[in-house]
């Protein structure tokens, strides 16, 4: 009771401490109220970790009834990712945002919502009281809506915020249908009333009530096809929001996924075929979108997409695990989940700070005018190439832990499918397959196109590396990636005790031993790691040699093209030009060409930009069938006073003849029932 008191206390002395500091400090005073929150939420979910219940209810009011707080095993891991991203995500920020410390009003709201924005995400892992909980989820809503429209004096950042807060109140609009059902049914705004509702109601009425929560919580994850705020909502941000977001936000649609399939315990594994079917195709649809863009910050939104597919795999094969009582492939399968949850907060965010220093060292993301940036930034480099490894899922590092689980859940279960179901594994294998494939390619591209080669473009401004206080962060993640790829069995330790949860929701056996897996990748890591560390003494020895020698070094035959230009390097767009001819019937790229002529051209040009074909199918045409058909309503609104007079007359006239119409046809309903 006194830790949520002060919970709500700290970010209050906060805003009160404000106007008493100058802007410079006020940063510094907004992240001491964040690390103490993190610092006291953590304590508690720690203690939870270890095996103490934490639960308290408070009274609430007549609108609201009673209010009970729960912490449980699954709440802990989710504070301590959000607790982890956002304490990194706001010491990178205090340094990023000193460039617009001359912006004061829009810094000042910048840093409230920032509060906010960690309260609200905390609070969303124990509230279990519908109302307050959709009062909290709204809370989050606007103050990243804040954080996004930083920059509100650019047209496409005003888009990219209003999209997505409108699609986050569609979000809001699905969850409220599934509060008010069961509240109706049961009589009850605490969660348990859901699991009250699936126990007496038929399978398929718990399955559509199910569906509603799904599409609330899939929308804010950014599940295909609820994903199209998402490529424009993280790259409008400043580059800490945009970590945070992709690294905690979205995974804040997660927990409430796995919230509700703890509570509902019903349909487990129609609910896993469903969750399989939609991660499939956000795997794979963000991943093959991601390759094509030329935005950097933009490619690693849709590798968000992408990761979520991967988490949804996870749990999808965890449910079909539980639903067959299948033991070993469903605590395969959520321990995946669990664990790239947090991987995917970890490799993200520090791709996502590297774009943020990259764009501050250039004043561009567009990676088409980047290019050698190894020789000016190497720290952001080599931070940014081991995220990049990371979440291609390559060893040692974590990405590779997270998705091997996942795999080894489908092959746990391949011995016991047939038919059907033989196919579904089948295609999650090639589906995990493809994503991982298409993953490394596109990081290839981007780490290859940014970091390596000759620079692409002029800039006025010297490019240098970020001060050390904002690499620091990302430093702090680099050693946690490394960690749960060197040592999984620690980590792992920790997911079983929210992996618990799951597997007690089938009564009659114990946790299945996922230690078998985790020795297995433990010795993988370790042999990589030895292999890197064994080709780093080499190449040292080798530099070592070659001190002592004198090197010297010309030009070497260029097929005719003696001068050396930047123009003769791959481009990203040449780098993916092969995988979008192959890929050309999926995807939607317009292009704008100018083609070579004559023996001496004067000018040529190619240019390409790729859009979201599900965007255009879902949003944009229905959104253009609205305006035609509005638009042939324009004449009401003329300009004419006498016109818009007849409108006020017609309207009360209206008012007063509809009661009166009402009243004459149930007359006339009475007499059709006499006759």
Same mark, same amino acid.
């Given at each position: 009771?006194?830790?949520?008191?002060?919970?709500?206390?700290?970010?209050?002395?906060?805003?009160?401490?404000?106007?008493?500091?100058?802007?410079?400090?006020?940063?510094?005073?907004?992240?001491?109220?964040?690390?103490?929150?993190?610092?006291?939420?953590?304590?508690?979910?720690?203690?939870?970790?270890?095996?103490?219940?934490?639960?308290?209810?408070?009274?609430?009011?007549?609108?609201?009834?009673?209010?009970?707080?729960?912490?449980?095993?699954?709440?802990?891991?989710?504070?301590?990712?959000?607790?982890?991203?956002?304490?990194?995500?706001?010491?990178?920020?205090?340094?990023?945002?000193?460039?617009?410390?001359?912006?004061?009003?829009?810094?000042?709201?910048?840093?409230?919502?920032?509060?906010?924005?960690?309260?609200?995400?905390?609070?969303?892992?124990?509230?279990?009281?519908?109302?307050?909980?959709?009062?909290?989820?709204?809370?989050?809503?606007?103050?990243?809506?804040?954080?996004?429209?930083?920059?509100?004096?650019?047209?496409?950042?005003?888009?990219?915020?209003?999209?997505?807060?409108?699609?986050?109140?569609?979000?809001?609009?699905?969850?409220?249908?599934?509060?008010?059902?069961?509240?109706?049914?049961?009589?009850?705004?605490?969660?348990?009333?859901?699991?009250?509702?699936?126990?007496?109601?038929?399978?398929?009425?718990?399955?559509?009530?199910?569906?509603?929560?799904?599409?609330?919580?899939?929308?804010?994850?950014?599940?295909?096809?609820?994903?199209?705020?998402?490529?424009?909502?993280?790259?409008?941000?400043?580059?800490?929001?945009?970590?945070?977001?992709?690294?905690?936000?979205?995974?804040?649609?997660?927990?409430?996924?796995?919230?509700?399939?703890?509570?509902?315990?019903?349909?487990?594994?129609?609910?896993?075929?469903?969750?399989?079917?939609?991660?499939?195709?956000?795997?794979?649809?963000?991943?093959?979108?991601?390759?094509?863009?030329?935005?950097?910050?933009?490619?690693?939104?849709?590798?968000?997409?992408?990761?979520?597919?991967?988490?949804?795999?996870?749990?999808?094969?965890?449910?079909?695990?539980?639903?067959?009582?299948?033991?070993?492939?469903?605590?395969?399968?959520?321990?995946?989940?669990?664990?790239?949850?947090?991987?995917?907060?970890?490799?993200?965010?520090?791709?996502?700070?590297?774009?943020?220093?990259?764009?501050?060292?250039?004043?561009?993301?567009?990676?088409?005018?980047?290019?050698?940036?190894?020789?000016?930034?190497?720290?952001?480099?080599?931070?940014?190439?081991?995220?990049?490894?990371?979440?291609?899922?390559?060893?040692?590092?974590?990405?590779?832990?997270?998705?091997?689980?996942?795999?080894?859940?489908?092959?746990?279960?391949?011995?016991?499918?047939?038919?059907?179901?033989?196919?579904?594994?089948?295609?999650?294998?090639?589906?995990?397959?493809?994503?991982?494939?298409?993953?490394?390619?596109?990081?290839?591209?981007?780490?290859?196109?940014?970091?390596?080669?000759?620079?692409?473009?002029?800039?006025?401004?010297?490019?240098?590396?970020?001060?050390?206080?904002?690499?620091?962060?990302?430093?702090? %993640?680099?050693?946690? @990636?490394? $960690? &749960?790829?060197? *040592?999984?069995?620690? +980590?792992?330790?920790?997911? =079983?005790?929210? !992996?618990?949860?799951?597997?007690?929701?089938?009564?009659?056996?114990?946790?299945?031993?996922?230690?078998?897996?985790?020795?297995?990748?433990?010795?993988?890591?370790?042999?990589?790691?030895?292999?890197?560390?064994?080709?780093?003494?080499?190449?040292?020895?080798?530099?070592?040699?070659?001190?002592?020698?004198?090197?010297?070094?010309?030009?070497?035959?260029?097929?005719?093209?003696?001068?050396?230009?930047?123009?003769?390097?791959?481009?990203?767009?040449?780098?993916?030009?092969?995988?979008?001819?192959?890929?050309?019937?999926?995807?939607?790229?317009?292009?704008?060409?100018?083609?070579?002529?004559?023996?001496?051209?004067?000018?040529?040009?190619?240019?390409?930009?790729?859009?979201?074909?599900?965007?255009?199918?879902? %949003?944009?045409?229905? @959104?253009? $069938? &609205?305006?035609? *058909?509005?638009?042939? +309503?324009?004449?009401?609104? =003329?300009?004419? !006073?006498?016109?818009?007079?007849?409108?006020?007359?017609?309207?009360?006239?209206?008012?007063?003849?509809?009661?009166?119409?009402?009243?004459?046809?149930?007359?006339?309903?009475?007499?059709?029932?006499?006759?």
């Amino acid at each position: 009771m006194e830790a949520l008191r002060l919970f709500l206390t700290i970010p209050l002395i906060a805003f009160a401490a404000m106007p008493f500091v100058s802007i410079k400090w006020r940063g510094i005073v907004a992240y001491i109220a964040v690390i103490l929150n993190a610092i006291l939420s953590s304590y508690v979910a720690i203690d939870v970790l270890g095996g103490e219940n934490y639960q308290f209810v408070f009274s609430g009011n007549a609108v609201t009834g009673e209010i009970p707080v729960r912490i449980d095993a699954l709440s802990a891991w989710f504070i301590l990712i959000i607790n982890f991203t956002i304490l990194t995500g706001g010491l990178y920020g205090i340094y990023y945002m000193r460039e617009y410390l001359t912006m004061r009003n829009s810094i000042n709201l910048h840093i409230v919502a920032f509060i906010l924005l960690q309260t609200a995400l905390l609070s969303l892992c124990g509230l279990q009281n519908s109302i307050v909980f959709l009062l909290a989820w709204e809370i989050m809503a606007l103050s990243a809506f804040v954080l996004v429209i930083f920059e509100h004096n650019k047209v496409s950042t005003i888009k990219a915020g209003i999209n997505y807060l409108i699609q986050s109140h569609v979000s809001i609009i699905f969850l409220l249908l599934g509060f008010v059902w069961v509240s109706a049914k049961t009589g009850s705004y605490d969660f348990e009333a859901i699991s009250q509702f699936s126990h007496e109601n038929s399978s398929s009425v718990s399955l559509m009530l199910f569906i509603f929560f799904f599409i609330g919580f899939a929308i804010k994850s950014g599940f295909v096809p609820f994903h199209t705020w998402l490529p424009y909502a993280h790259p409008a941000a400043p580059a800490h929001v945009s970590g945070i977001m992709s690294g905690v936000l979205i995974k804040i649609g997660i927990y409430g996924i796995l919230r509700i399939i703890l509570l509902q315990n019903t349909n487990l594994e129609v609910i896993g075929y469903i969750i399989i079917a939609f991660s499939a195709i956000s795997g794979i649809y963000g991943v093959m979108l991601a390759i094509l863009q030329h935005n950097l910050k933009r490619l690693l939104a849709y590798h968000s997409i992408e990761n979520i597919g991967i988490i949804g795999l996870g749990i999808g094969i965890g449910c079909v695990g539980l639903g067959t009582q299948n033991s070993a492939v469903a605590s395969l399968g959520f321990a995946g989940a669990l664990l790239h949850t947090l991987n995917h907060s970890l490799f993200k965010s520090q791709l996502f700070f590297s774009a943020g220093i990259v764009y501050q060292a250039t004043h561009t993301v567009q990676i088409e005018k980047l290019g050698g940036l190894i020789k000016k930034m190497p720290q952001t480099a080599f931070l940014f190439l081991i995220a990049a490894l990371a979440i291609s899922g390559l060893p040692p590092f974590n990405g590779f832990i997270s998705e091997f689980l996942i795999y080894s859940g489908l092959y746990n279960w391949l011995p016991s499918a047939a038919g059907g179901i033989l196919i579904t594994v089948i295609f999650s294998v090639l589906a995990l397959v493809l994503i991982g494939g298409l993953a490394l390619l596109c990081f290839t591209k981007a780490f290859g196109v940014v970091f390596l080669g000759n620079p692409r473009h002029h800039f006025k401004q010297q490019i240098t590396e970020a001060p050390f206080g904002q690499i620091l962060p990302l430093y702090f %993640i680099t050693a946690l @990636i490394v $960690s &749960i790829g060197l *040592f999984p069995n620690a +980590f792992l330790a920790i997911v =079983n005790k929210p !992996l618990n949860l799951f597997i007690a929701l089938n009564q009659g056996y114990a946790n299945a031993n996922i230690s078998e897996s985790s020795e297995i990748l433990q010795m993988i890591s370790i042999s990589f790691a030895s292999l890197l560390v064994f080709s780093a003494i080499v190449f040292g020895i080798r530099r070592m040699v070659q001190k002592r020698h004198i090197i010297s070094s010309d030009e070497t035959w260029g097929c005719g093209y003696t001068g050396e230009t930047a123009k003769l390097q791959y481009t990203a767009n040449s780098f993916a030009r092969s995988y979008s001819k192959l890929f050309r019937f999926i995807l939607l790229i317009f292009k704008k060409e100018k083609a070579v002529e004559d023996v001496f051209p004067s000018h040529a040009e190619f240019e390409s930009s790729p859009y979201d074909k599900i965007e255009r199918t879902l %949003i944009d045409k229905p @959104i253009q $069938s &609205i305006r035609f *058909f509005m638009s042939k +309503f324009t004449f009401l609104q =003329n300009g004419r !006073l006498q016109y818009y007079i007849i409108y006020g007359v017609t309207f009360i006239l209206a008012i007063i003849a509809i009661p009166l119409i009402y009243e004459k046809l149930l007359q006339l309903i009475d007499i059709l029932k006499h006759l």
